[in-house]
C-alpha cells in the first residue's frame, strides 16, 4: 500500500487554502492509504512563537484537523515535536544538503525579502526538515498546495542524493498531488495573492457565517466587464477561484455567463459565494468547540498518533543509519 503524508505548520487557525491545499482530498483517502498527517511544530519556530502560544496553537491545528475529517483510528495523527526520529533524520539529511541549492529555493528567497532581520539557519533548512518529515515515512505522496512544490523538488533531491551516496533503495522519490486535479492556489480576499495567515485575507474554519459573509462582501473586485466575453481582472478571477471549490458547478457556470454577457452583479455573486463558503464551514466550525474542550480525547489522539509515528520513522532511521554506517558496538 502506498504511503500519503501531509501537514500544516501551527502558526494560527486553519485557512480555506489550508483546507482546499491539503486537508479536504486527504480526508477522502484514510481508508485507501497508509496515511500520515501531522502538525509541524518544530517548522513553527522560525518565527519565533512566545512560549504561551505554541502549545495553544499545537491545540488549535489539532482540532481543526479531527473537525474537519481526519480519523485517527485511520491515518497516524501526531505532532512533529513528539516524534524525535524526525529530527534525527534531518540531521543526517542536512550532511547531503547544499548550502547552495537552499539559498535557491524561490521560498527561502521570499522569507530573505519579507524579514531580512529574521534568516536564520532553521529558515534556511526548512525544506531539509520537511524532507525528513516525508522520508521518515517513506511517504510517496504529499498532498500539498503549490505553494510547497519546491519543498518537494528538494526532498526528491535527497532521497535520490542519500540513495546514490549510500547505494540503497531506501527512499522513494515523493511527489506533491492532488488527487488526480492540478495543485490549488487559493487566492485570498484582497484581489492578489495567494490566501495566507500571514496576509490576513483569509477565511478561517472557525469563522461564524455573519464574519464570513462580511469578509466575503469586502472582497476585491473591479468596475465591471464593458464588452461581452473580456478577460477577467485577477480579483474578480479569484472570486470565481474561489467559488469553483465551494459551490455547484451549475452555479459557477450561471455566473460565468453573466460575466461572458455582461450582466453581472458582483453583490449577488459575492452573496452567492459567501453562503457556499457557509455551507462548507459550518459544520466544521461547530465540531471545532467541542472537540477542542476535550482534553482527554486529544491527549488520547496524540498518544496513538505518536506511537504509530515513531515505529515507522524508527524503522527508517535505522536503516539509514545502518547505510551510513553507523554499528553498533
Ligand atoms: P503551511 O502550514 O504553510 O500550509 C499547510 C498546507 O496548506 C497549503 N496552503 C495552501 N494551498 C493552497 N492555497 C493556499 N492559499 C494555501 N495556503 C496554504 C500548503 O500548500 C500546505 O500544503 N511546510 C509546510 C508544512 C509542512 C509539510 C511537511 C507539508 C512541514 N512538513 C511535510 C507536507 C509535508 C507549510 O508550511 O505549510
Redo the contacts with the bound molecule.
Sequence with gaps: METV???????GH??????????RNFVKIQDTYNCFF?I?DL?SLTTHPHPDDFHANVKIILSEYLAAGLDPEKCALYV?SDVPEISELYVLLNMIAYVGELERTTTFKDKVRLNPNNVNAGLLT??V???S??LSHR?NW???????EP??EI?RVLARRFNNTYGVELFPEPYAFNFGHD??????LDGSG????SEGN?IYLIDDDKTITRKVMHAVTDSGPTEPDSEMSEPVANIFTLMKLVSDPDIVRQFEAAYADCSIRYGDLKKQLAADICKTVAPIRERIGSIYNDDAYLSKVVATGRDKARASASATLKLAQQAIGFRTF
Design positions: 503524508l501531509s501537514g500544516i505548520r501551527s502558526t486553519m485557512h480555506l487554502g489550508n483546507y482546499f491545499g491539503a486537508l501531522f509541524a517548522h512533529q526548512y525544506p526538515l520537511m524532507a518529515d516525508i511517504a504529499v498532498p500539498v498546495g503549490k505553494d510547497q519543498h518537494l526532498a495543485l490549488v492556489k487559493v487566492p485570498g495567494k490566501m495566507g495567515k483569509g
